[in-house]
């Protein structure tokens, strides 16, 4: 099992920027395939973004091609979530997940960190 803790949620204008951190402890972090899902209030997870143990280039959703960017430290064991640009519509608690394969079918979640963004 792996451990997850994100960081660097918190509450900004449209328009703005945060980065969010996912610091990993516990099994060999470099083996994992990493992500970034969001739940907003009243709605279902959705994936946001993935980088595999190789740190290739990310797969991102559509809603934040351009605007999020996603990279790995293995050295650090983690992963962070550049995002610019942001929107009402980003409001979500943002999860971190690891998983043995980029299905993220049986992930080891982190606890999340809410992101606000005001109109």
């Known amino acids: 099992q792996v451990q997850l803790v994100e960081s660097g949620g918190g509450l900004v204008q449209a328009g703005g920027s945060l980065r969010l951190s996912c610091k990993a402890s516990?099994?060999?972090?470099?083996?994992?395939?990493m992500g970034w899902f969001r739940q907003a209030p009243g709605k279902e997870r959705e994936f946001v973004a993935a980088?595999?143990?190789?740190?290739?280039?990310?797969n991102y959703a559509d809603s934040v091609k351009g605007r999020f960017t996603m990279s790995r430290d293995n050295y650090k064991n983690t992963v962070y979530l550049q995002m610019n640009s942001l929107e009402p519509d980003d409001t979500a608690v943002y999860y971190c997940?690891?998983?043995?394969?980029?299905?993220?079918?049986?992930?080891?979640w982190g606890q999340g960190t809410q992101v606000a963004v005001s109109a």
């Open positions: 997940a690891a998983d043995a394969s980029m299905g993220f079918q049986e992930s080891c």
């Open positions: 516990g099994r060999a972090f470099s083996v994992y395939a």
């Open positions: 980088i595999s143990w190789t740190g290739g280039s990310p």
